[in-house]
Antibody, heavy 123, light 110 residues
Framework: QVQLVESGGGVVQPGGSLRLSCAASGFTFSSYGMHWVRQAPGKGLEWVAF????????YYADSVKGRFTISRDNSKNTLYLQMNSLRAEDTAVYYC????????????????WGRGTLVTVSS | QSALTQPASVSGSPGQSITISCTGTSSDVGGYNYVSWYQQHPGKAPKLMIY???NRPSGVSNRFSGSKSGNTASLTISGLQAEDEADYYC??????????FGGGTKLTVL
């Protein structure tokens, strides 16, 4: 069925690194831009990063620019988020989300979400 | 970029209508018709309910409607049902070329 499944979350010390993965199925992954959105415990949603359907363009929130890298492998239907220099304020559930429209620039609408993976940055 | 402003909570009785506001600036809500609304039940992933200010994705009940006036967008839920109890988030495209969310509104169905 149509779904996104995140993995790779866990506990990491400040300054450490983690790589999240998001496996897509049930739709043509290579046709859609993809996003990462996070939600700190008990808080609201925060957009993190976007990658175009072919990986040619990437955008980042100012809060993660220079520390996080979004990438994708269309042959494996998988989205990634490499997180370096992690800080306590990066603690959150990280969701991967599909952009609503295929090809082109992002629509900034998220019409399919995974269940999320929890990242905890703590010593 | 600051988060959009939403009321922390709203409530209503079954069958009633409620409206959740989402206030931004001319750099986001007021400047673009790229406003959306998401519903999130506890422990679940968000679900897209409204996009392009007032459009509903297929499968979303027509009890949900969206509108915008100036820098404020609104989500109205008519004929409230127990299953509508959830957190609701607005979002908007911004002049910084990305998206910003509201702080979220907890809807309680009395």
């Amino acid at each position: 069925q149509v779904q996104l499944v995140e993995s790779g979350g866990g506990v990491v010390q400040p300054g450490g690194s983690l790589r999240l993965s998001c496996a897509a199925s049930g739709f043509t992954f290579s046709s859609y831009g993809m996003h990462w959105v996070r939600q700190a415990p008990g808080k609201g949603l925060e957009w993190v990063a976007f990658i175009r359907y072919d990986g040619s363009n990437k955008y980042y929130a100012d809060s993660v620019k220079g520390r996080f890298t979004i990438s994708r492998d269309n042959s494996k239907n998988t989205l990634y988020l490499q997180m370096n220099s992690l800080r306590a304020e990066d603690t959150a559930v990280y969701y991967c989300a599909k952009d609503k429209y295929s090809y082109g620039p992002p629509s900034w609408y998220f019409d399919l979400w995974g269940r999320g993976t929890l990242v905890t940055v703590s010593s | 970029q600051s988060a959009l402003t939403q009321p922390a909570s709203v409530s209503g009785s079954p069958g009633q209508s409620i409206t959740i506001s989402c206030t931004g600036t001319s750099s986001d809500v007021g400047g673009y018709n790229y406003v959306s609304w998401y519903q999130q039940h506890p422990g679940k992933a968000p679900k897209l309910m409204i996009y392009d200010v007032s459009n509903r994705p297929s499968g979303v009940s027509n009890r949900f409607s969206g509108s915008k006036s100036g820098n404020t967008a609104s989500l109205t839920i008519s004929g409230l049902q127990a299953e509508d109890e959830a957190d609701y988030y607005c979002s908007s495209y911004t002049s910084s070329s990305h998206v910003v969310f509201g702080g979220g509104t907890k809807l309680t169905v009395l």
